[in-house]
């Protein structure tokens, strides 16, 4: 029998911070239950962004790597880039009153309504749309059914640097991958787990 309603993920280790491009920080955690990291992207801008919240129980651990970097009351953008838990879990304890959520408007039509007590102030955003936060201009890619329904990743203009939304997946606790390209092993993984559309991932992006 399956017990109902018990949190799965169990964050007991560290959260690290990294630099991996000129003002672009991953924030990892290692989750225990699923073997895997998951990474939080901070961008330090005139206008500063968080890429994913880390789930209900580890965005405590992320909250105090983004204040290494800038004040909390600073974050202006908290970005998810498809509705999971890990993706947007500890947005409601958000402490940084001004932030604006941000996501694809798919997620924003299938997700956001309808729920109680989930704060749904938010601005979402279609293919190609652009969000400038300072120096980076945040280009919007809608990728629906590419790991789930309302997928979008964010394209970062003037560093090159996609954030693609789970599109990969490494097992372990593993250092950020920069410029190694580990994408056939990645998808082959997430391939082999069943995650991808049945027809097949999009190639054209
Ligand atoms: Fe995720
Ligand atoms: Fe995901």
């Known amino acids: 029998m399956r017990e109902i309603g018990k949190n799965k993920f169990s964050v007991h280790g560290d959260v690290e911070i990294s630099e991996i491009s000129n003002g672009i920080y991953r924030i990892s955690g290692f989750d225990d239950a699923f073997g895997i990291t998951f990474n939080q992207f901070l961008i330090d801008d005139e206008q500063p962004?968080?890429?994913h919240t880390g789930?209900?129980?580890m965005y405590k651990k992320i909250e105090e790597k983004v204040k290494e970097v800038i004040p909390l009351q600073k974050l202006t953008y908290v970005a998810f880039l498809h509705f999971e838990s890990d993706e947007w879990g500890g947005m409601a304890f958000l402490d940084s009153a001004n932030a604006r959520l941000v996501c694809s408007d798919l997620s924003s039509k299938l997700n956001l309504t309808g729920?109680?007590?989930i704060p749904v102030d938010h601005i979402s955003f279609w293919d190609n749309e652009n969000l400038k936060?300072?120096?980076r201009i945040f280009k919007f890619i809608m990728t629906p059914h590419i790991h789930h329904w309302d997928s979008m990743m964010i394209f970062e203009e003037t560093t090159k640097s996609l954030f693609p939304?789970?599109?990969?997946?490494?097992p372990g606790n593993n250092k950020s991958v920069i410029e190694e390209d580990l994408s056939d092993k990645m998808l082959a993984l997430?391939?082999?787990a069943g995650i991808f559309a049945s027809e097949g991932p999009k190639t054209n992006i």
Do not use: V
């Open 115 to 117: 729920w109680y007590n």
């Open 49 to 51: 962004t968080l890429i």
């Open 165 to 170: 939304s789970d599109l990969f997946i490494q």
């Open 190 to 192: 997430y391939r082999g």
């Open 55 to 57: 789930p209900f129980g």
């Open 133 to 135: 936060t300072g120096k």
